[in-house]
């Protein structure tokens, strides 16, 4: 029995009756459709990345940075390619800077009570599935939201109105984030700190939240990312500003409504300055990931 | 001269007087910032409908969700075109990414592949949920509208006998908002589903290869009904996601005011409504806006506390 012909045919016997049978030719079809799903699945992002960046670059130069919008130009005139979008950057720091000073504070605060002070609680449960319905809120509810609360009661468009339409939508991610970087924390850490002779906001402040900062600050560049791409929060709060804007009062311009209004006009230079706004945008979710997977490895 | 005794207890008195107002007013402010999540749910919510209630007394609620005629001329608002678009569009979209979404969350979640291909497949999975709406948008009027107007050319000369694709595609409309909101919701779909898939006990895929079951009988069998709750979940998620997707919807779909049976004809949805016109909008128009964001809003929370809700009692399952 043991021989090597009768192992040889036994194996030879079973890869043949394996071949031929329909449970073999059915997985086989199944495995190359689930490939050809993944396939298909990245043509897109490959698609989308290799045009970005193919038709971004055309326009890629400092002056992106620090001049204003030209007006619409036809192909043969002379300042045709001369021109930036300097004052959507500005309103894309303003706005984004806004939305993190209220949602970030906010956000660790409540995450703070979630793990430290209520974990495992009814109302803990409570406020994670708020988080969670908050988050699959449309963003352009945020906008009309902010624009009842802030627009009409200030009678202007402004970057601050744009600035809580996007700390709403902040919110969701760095409470999730930070809320399980806290309950990541090993328990140890606030026994030793207790038995020190610590109190709990110490406790907190001073070892538990430094433990959690690496996780803590991966959910808050991405939640960062995120805001700057938005565009439907943006696009009737913040409005847009032809011209350089340092007032968070008053209408500003974003990288992400530049796309927008620029994309759908017929003049090319503007649909120029439009993919090189989303080639800025989307390196800025690129390397937003990438270090957020770096500081998560490092941990 | 106190002893050692008295002065330690007097000691370690203030300390905790001290610390007690402190150590409470600390956790007292991170209470009222959890409440504040729920606080800033519900005045969204409340917002939003104080501000449509002239839109709610002027057409109440059936003429407005059956009203096809949206005109801020003569300030006449029914919101059924964009309703009907927004339903469509994003059942069209899970038709197109649950399949794809699934079988790229069993090759994430099974071993076909080396761990080295498919860390970085996931990474770029991931990557595709957070790209810009917007540079979605971009793309598809620049790349994808031109590259399949030749094929669905093709399908409305030879099929357009069938309502749906009675018009000729213009490289805007319903269908173009479809594939585009699928290639935005397939990471949800793909993401959530793995989770369910890797989340089974190993025990029952042990049990089944041990009775003799192939890799894709134990997958179909065991595996997937298992984990169904929570694909379920994924796609409820994705489906909420889908009908409050607004830029890359508002910039591809066309923004007719009209429903049309064909999904080569130009449509509109909610969100590109308001996206469209919240600008410059007054009036009335602002509530019946308001009134169409309260709908939306609606739409998405029920579809989205279903979601959280099924996917929460996988979560419990699992343990």
Same mark, same amino acid.
């Given at each position: ?25 059915f ?16 043509i ?10 193919a ?35 500005v ?5 984004v800077?806004?939305?993190?000073l209220i949602?970030? @504070? ?19 449960d ?9 988050s ?12 009842g ?14 600035g ?5 939508l ?21 026994q ?28 808050v ?14 696009i ?9 804007n340092?007032?968070i ?51 | 001269?106190?002893? !050692? ?18 150590d ?5 402010l !991170?209470?009222l910032?959890?409440?504040g999540?729920g ?113 669905m ?15 000729? @595609? !213009? ?39 041990g ?9 179909i ?20 996601r ?26 509109s ?51």
């Open positions: 029995m043991t021989s090597p012909e009768i192992t040889t045919s036994l194996a030879q016997g079973r890869s043949l009756t394996r071949k031929v049978s329909s449970k073999t030719i997985s086989n079809i199944m495995t190359s459709l689930v490939i050809a799903c993944a396939i298909l699945a990245l897109p992002l490959v698609a989308l990345l290799y045009y970005v960046i038709q971004g670059v055309v326009r890629l130069s400092p002056q992106l940075f620090t001049q204003l919008p030209p007006p619409p130009l036809p192909r043969d005139n002379p300042q045709f390619s001369y021109g930036g979008f300097g004052n959507a950057v309103g894309t720091f303003m706005t800077g806004i939305a993190s949602a970030i @504070p906010f956000g660790i605060l409540a995450s703070v009570y979630l793990a430290e002070f209520a974990r495992d609680t009814k109302l803990a409570v406020i994670n599935f708020l988080t969670n319905v908050l699959g809120v449309p963003s352009i509810v945020m906008g009309v939201f902010a624009y609360l802030i627009v009409v009661k200030t009678r202007s468009y402004s970057a601050f109105a744009a809580v339409a996007l700390a709403v902040m919110l969701p991610t760095i409470v999730r984030t930070a809320t399980e970087a806290l309950e990541a924390v090993p328990n140890n850490l606030r030793a700190s207790v038995g020190l002779g610590a109190s709990n906001y110490q406790t907190v402040l001073r070892v538990i939240l430094p433990a959690a900062i690496p996780a803590i600050i991966t959910g560049i991405l939640a960062i990312a995120r805001a700057a791409g938005e565009t439907a929060p943006v009737f709060t913040a409005l847009f500003n032809n011209f350089w340092l007032d009062w008053r209408p500003t311009a974003t990288l992400s409504v530049l796309v927008y209004n620029f994309a759908i006009t017929p003049f090319a230079n503007w649909q120029e300055l439009a993919w090189a706004a989303a080639l800025v945008l989307v390196a800025l979710v690129l390397i937003a990931n990438i270090l957020a997977r770096q500081i998560i490895r490092r941990r | 001269m106190a002893s !050692t005794a008295e002065r330690l207890s007097g000691m370690s008195y203030e300390r905790t007087q001290t610390a007690r107002v402190v409470s007013g600390f956790k007292w !991170t209470w910032f959890a409440i999540i606080v800033t749910l519900l005045t969204i919510a409340f917002q939003v409908a104080i501000d449509a209630i002239p839109a709610i007394q002027k057409f109440g609620i059936i003429d407005f969700i059956t009203g096809v005629r949206w005109n801020p001329v003569e300030d006449i608002f029914g919101a059924w075109t964009q309703i009907y678009g927004t339903l469509v569009t994003s059942f069209i979209a899970l038709l197109i990414a649950v399949p794809i979404g699934l079988g790229v969350a069993i090759i994430l979640s099974e071993d076909f592949l080396p761990p080295k291909v498919q860390q970085p497949l996931v990474f770029m999975v991931e990557l595709l949920a957070a790209i810009p709406s917007v540079v979605y948008g971009l793309w598809g009027i620049f790349v994808l509208a031109p590259f399949l107007q030749g094929p050319t093709w399908i409305h000369q030879n099929f357009g006998w069938i309502p749906l694709f009675s018009t000729p @595609p !213009t490289g805007r409309g319903i269908y173009m908002a479809s594939i585009i909101l699928a290639i935005m919701i397939l990471p949800i779909i793909s993401s959530i589903s793995r989770d369910s898939l890797a989340g089974v006990n190993p025990a029952l895929r042990q049990a089944a290869y009775l003799g079951a192939t890799r894709w009988e134990t997958l069998q065991v595996i997937i009904p298992t984990a169904i709750s929570g694909i379920i979940g994924g796609v409820m998620l994705a489906l909420g889908a009908m409050g997707e607004t830029m890359a919807v508002t910039m591809l779909i066309g923004n007719a005011n009209r429903p049309s049976p064909s999904l080569f004809a130009q449509g949805t909610i969100s590109a409504l308001l996206a469209n016109q919240f600008a410059e909008a007054s009036g009335l128009q602002v509530a019946s806006l308001m009134y169409a964001a309260l709908i939306l809003f609606i739409l998405t929370l029920l579809v989205n506390v279903l979601a959280e809700y099924i996917v929460s009692k996988v979560e419990i399952k699992k343990l």
